[in-house]
């Protein structure tokens, strides 16, 4: 099992902006948490996906780039899961993709 390294000098090096091919790496279940919005306390089920990018821009030390965002687990048509799932797809989600499209079929895919 690897140990807690000793932490860098000046924090986390960020990936240069801009547009990136990128591969999904994971898909993580977050589990249910409780969120606020406007007053209104609701448990939202989350996930996070993380994309690693790929080509020529590396870190310092040679790994690539990682980023990731964490998203509430939802269908809805104004959902960031599911804009961000149509924009990566190409398509948008029919009625029979709903109840069927598996999460996790995205690691692996590239973006």
Same mark, same amino acid.
């Given at each position: 099992?690897?140990?807690?390294?000793?932490?860098?000098?000046?924090?986390?090096?960020?990936?240069?902006?801009?547009?990136?091919?990128?591969?999904c790496y994971e898909v993580l279940d977050l589990g249910t948490h409780e969120q606020t919005w406007e007053?209104?306390?609701? /448990?939202?089920?989350?996930? *996070?996906? %993380?994309?690693?990018?790929l080509g020529e821009e590396r870190m310092d030390d040679g790994r690539p780039y990682v980023?990731?965002?964490?998203?509430?687990?939802?269908?809805?048509?104004?959902?960031?899961?599911? /804009?961000?799932?149509?924009? *990566?797809? %190409?398509?948008p989600f029919s009625e029979e993709d709903f109840g069927r499209f598996e999460i996790s079929d995205v690691v692996g895919a590239y973006c």
């Open positions: 099992m690897p140990k807690l390294p000793v932490p860098a000098e000046g924090g986390f090096e960020k990936c240069p902006e801009g547009t990136h091919v990128a591969r007053g209104e306390t609701k /448990r939202q089920h989350q996930i *996070w996906i %993380g994309w690693e990018i980023i990731g965002k964490r998203y509430n687990l939802s269908g809805h048509e104004k959902s960031t899961l599911r /804009r961000h799932l149509t924009a *990566w797809r %190409g398509k």
